[in-house]
């Protein structure tokens, strides 16, 4: 129960910087950028929160917000090299897997649409979209985008949703209304960054 618990907390943003603090922040950030498992964690919103947390609530970030930044930063290109690792590692060999609780081909097959249509800068506009962000490293990996290039686009794309993402909330958090309506706002983002992610599956769909 307690491990199920621990899960539950994983899936909330407020719940993973009041739980573990920065360390268990970074581990996320870099397991949504990553790891296979990492696709279900609440990426933007919880990017958002920290940095509201950065700006109201200190004592709970314990550092300045362009060292969160930095932080968040690291984590997320760190994230994306492992996920090409793995990706590199595993080959085609990954589309032929059978599905399991963790993994689905569709998400895969997904992403795979995605890139197609805007190429290595799917690396930067999948930072932005749940799944995607997760699958378009590995993806990167199977294919064999050239290391200097994907780099490139790594840090690009990680700089880019970072930075927006903390500052919105350092700023936006100071508001009251904001503050009241946190959940909201984080619903808010999730339905808003799936939208695009159900279209390319959707293309995807008909294209198969």
Not at 111 to 136: M, Q, V
Request: glycine content about 10%; charged content about 15%.
């Amino acid at each position: 129960m307690a491990f199920f618990h621990f899960l539950k907390q994983l899936t909330d943003p407020e719940s993973i910087i009041q739980y573990g603090g920065l360390a268990l922040l970074l581990f996320v950030v870099f397991a949504e950028t990553g790891l296979l498992v990492g696709f279900f964690l609440p990426g933007d919103a919880l990017i958002f929160i920290s940095g509201m947390f950065c700006s109201t609530q200190p004592e709970l970030i314990h550092t300045t917000i362009p060292v969160l930044i930095l932080l968040l930063i690291f984590s997320a290109v760190l994230g994306n090299v492992f996920g090409y690792w793995f990706g590199k590692r595993m080959g085609s060999a990954l589309f032929k897997r059978n599905d399991s609780f963790i993994f689905k081909k569709r998400y895969l097959e997904t992403t795979n649409e995605f890139y197609s249509r805007h190429g290595g800068k799917a690396l930067i506009l999948g930072r932005f979209l749940p799944i995607i962000r997760t699958f378009a490293p590995i993806l990167a990996g199977v294919i064999k985008v050239d290391f200097k290039k994907f780099m490139f686009y790594n840090i690009a794309g990680a700089t880019a949703w970072i930075a927006s993402m903390a500052l919105c909330g350092y700023y936006l958090g100071r508001i009251k209304w904001v503050e009241d309506n946190v959940k909201w706002i984080v619903i808010f983002l999730i339905v808003i960054t799936l939208i695009p992610v159900m279209q390319a599956w959707r293309r995807g769909k008909r294209g198969k």
